[in-house]
């Protein structure tokens, strides 16, 4: 069976838990105050159910989904992970409109050629993303976040 476990990671669960402590001080940095496992209703229409974001807000209203993925170790693109992405995208459209939304993603570099994770999904799968989100990326070394897409 294949390990698909973070190289130097005690579980994926903690990679998870540590880039989500990395995102609330980041998002704190620019006065965003954010909390884990924020629950808010979500739906098409009227029909609504509970979902739980990975952090966010009621003052002001946000709601953050992380994502700590990286291209794969060959240099491709994982499409598994981007799957993942393409559901966050789905659960900020059936989120209230007043909330601000961000999805808060690892600064992951391609070798070959240069663009970051973020920067591809953007460039490829820009039809899905709606256009109040926002996309911010962690840059690990710097401890630094920058939006790369947004309104």
Not at 122 to 151: C, K, M, Y
Request: glycine share 8%.
């Amino acid at each position: 069976m294949d390990n698909f476990q973070r190289v130097g990671a005690t579980s994926n669960a903690h990679v998870g838990r540590d880039f989500e402590s990395a995102a609330i001080a980041a998002l704190a940095e620019s006065g965003i105050h954010v909390t884990r496992n924020y629950g808010i209703a979500i739906g098409i229409g009227d029909i609504k159910k509970s979902h739980q974001f990975d952090l966010g807000t009621d003052s002001p209203p946000t709601l953050v989904e992380c994502k700590s993925h990286r291209w794969t170790t060959g240099g491709n693109m994982p499409s598994a992970k981007m799957t993942v992405w393409n559901e966050a995208m789905y659960y900020f459209a059936c989120a209230p409109e007043h909330f601000r939304k961000i999805l808060f993603v690892l600064r992951d570099v391609r070798p070959k050629t240069g663009e970051t994770l973020s920067k591809y999904y953007i460039r490829t799968f820009r039809h899905l993303i709606p256009p109040t989100v926002e996309i911010w990326e962690f840059d690990e070394n710097s401890g630094q976040a920058v939006v790369v897409h947004g309104p």
